[in-house]
């Protein structure tokens, strides 16, 4: 027996996979670019804190319910996880263009 006993080699990982990293690493990263933006952006505007909350809040139930959505594209059409990921990074990409 060549190698160790037990010891099993792994899967190869999914193609998509990367789509779906880069994706969840570029959601993360447009969070994290418009945190720190947000508040001197609101003071310009004369905005309070609790406005500032609120948008915070409203983000990430946006967040939320764009996963929700997602998912009820991704059962609708099972056959195209890519290209409903990729759409989906191209909507953050023109909305952080936007912003």
């Known amino acids: 027996m060549d190698g160790i006993e037990g010891e099993k080699s792994k899967p ?3 193609a998509w996979l990367l789509v779906f990293f880069s994706n969840m690493f570029f959601g993360c990263a447009g969070f994290s670019i418009v945190l720190p933006t ?3 952006y609101l003071r310009e505007m004369h905005a309070s ?3 500032l909350a609120a948008v915070i809040a409203a983000y990430s139930v ?3 319910c764009g996963g929700w959505l997602s998912g009820c594209l991704y ?3 099972p056959r ?3 290209l409903l990921l ?3 990074m191209a909507l953050g990409v ?3 263009f936007f912003y």
């Open 94 to 96: 023109l909305s952080a």
């Open 49 to 51: 804190t609790r406005f």
């Open 80 to 82: 195209s996880p890519k």
């Open 62 to 64: 946006g967040e939320g």
């Open 38 to 40: 947000l508040w001197p």
């Open 86 to 88: 990729q759409g989906g």
């Open 12 to 14: 190869p990982m999914p």
């Open 75 to 77: 059962s609708r059409f």
